[in-house]
């Protein structure tokens, strides 16, 4: 990993990005603002499961007065993403958000920008600028590539920077994971505003997670990123787990509990399902232990293997693990010693409670 790029710190409520704070989690509700408690009961999910900033689409003036029952329902700094009208932006800051989103190009005159950033000096609120593929404006720049988008991000940044407001955050996204990765690595060279990075428009499911593994990931690799949202189709809490996954996967979060499981091959028996198994144990584990292993401060891996051959050899660090053998027989064993064989359907109790006696020693 290259050394992180020093960016500027701005504040989002109690959310520091940017400036060597930890890369933080975003996230967007999906639903209609006006429906404020399904929204609080979707932003409280998103935090529960470790969203650290949560985006909320305002699509009118009257839209803002619903942050006056949200802000105070929920403990999660919130970002109001705001287009076409500069009225919606200073409405929303007035009603205690914590972040605006906006497009300076497209938010109506510069009159009205400067009115945001009025409002935004007054309260403290940062603006963080987003330009995506889609919203490269055509006429001044025909062809979207890397460059185009830096280019019209760096036409709203010095509209801000004219009306002497600095507390931005900037991102630039497209739907192309090779334009995404140039564009930030371009504009990361050009100022040091924090990044928010991302692949827009990434689909749903499994492609969605590899794409956006792939874009943000190696741009973290880089040093380039504060703060991500892995834009993904369906219930925004699976952007937070892919989000959450790909910043423990660079080594910008520490993950307290590690699964390792095999793909499994001809030598698994046929009587054993290591899938559900691996599950289980994920999940078992992560009840039982997740907040036991965070209060000691040392991490815990377990291992789930097909057979004897991917067990205590191929997962000798685990601190402890199952592997198949036969007759629907599993071995137990702990840093690749073997401890006892137990059945396959007592298999998750056994090493629940060997995990315990481990945790219990340190």
């Not at 920008?113 to 593929?133: M, Y």
């Not at 007759?327 to 396959?344: H, I, P, S, T």
Request: proline share 3%; glycine share 8%; charged share 25%.
């Amino acid at each position: 990993m290259r050394q992180k790029k020093q960016t500027r710190q701005v504040r989002a409520g109690d959310l520091a990005i940017g400036g060597g704070a930890a890369v933080s989690i975003q996230s967007m509700t999906s639903l209609p603002i006006e429906q404020v408690d399904d929204t609080i009961a979707q932003i409280i999910r998103l935090k529960d499961h470790g969203a650290e900033l949560v985006r909320l689409a305002l699509r009118s003036v009257e839209s803002a007065e619903y942050l006056k029952k949200i802000i105070p329902a929920v403990r999660v700094p919130l970002c109001a993403d705001v287009h076409f009208d500069y009225r919606i932006a200073v409405a929303a800051i007035q009603a205690g958000v914590h972040k605006v989103r906006i497009n300076p190009g497209t938010i109506g005159s510069r009159q009205g920008v400067r009115e945001v950033v009025r409002a935004a000096k007054d309260r403290g609120v940062p603006i963080r600028v987003g330009v995506n593929s889609g919203s490269v404006d055509r006429r001044k720049f025909p062809h979207v590539t890397p460059e185009s988008m830096v280019a019209s991000a760096m036409e709203h940044v010095e509209i801000l920077e004219e009306n002497d407001f600095n507390d931005i955050v900037v991102s630039i996204k497209s739907s192309d994971i090779m334009h995404t990765i140039a564009a930030n690595e371009i504009f990361s060279g050009q100022r040091d505003y924090p990044v928010h990075i991302g692949l827009t428009e990434a689909g749903y499911g499994l492609t969605c997670a590899v794409q956006s593994a792939v874009a943000i990931g190696h741009l973290l690799l880089e040093g380039i990123g504060d703060t991500i949202r892995v834009s993904m189709t369906g219930d925004p809490v699976d952007e937070v787990i892919v989000a959450r996954k790909i910043l423990e996967s660079v080594g910008e979060r520490k993950a307290w509990i590690r699964i390792i499981s095999c793909p499994t091959c001809g030598r698994t028996d046929t009587s054993l399902d290591i899938l559900s198994l691996a599950k289980e144990v994920d999940a078992e584990v992560t009840a039982r232990f997740e907040s036991v292993v965070k209060e000691k401060g040392r991490a815990l891996t377990v291992a789930v293997m097909g057979c004897e051959v991917n067990g205590p050899g191929e997962a000798r660090e685990a601190d402890a693990g199952l592997a198949g053998i036969r007759d629907g027989k599993m071995l137990l064993f702990a840093k690749g010693e073997k401890v006892r064989v137990v059945d396959y359907h007592d298999a998750v109790p056994a090493l629940i409670e060997e995990i315990g006696m481990i945790l219990e020693k340190k």
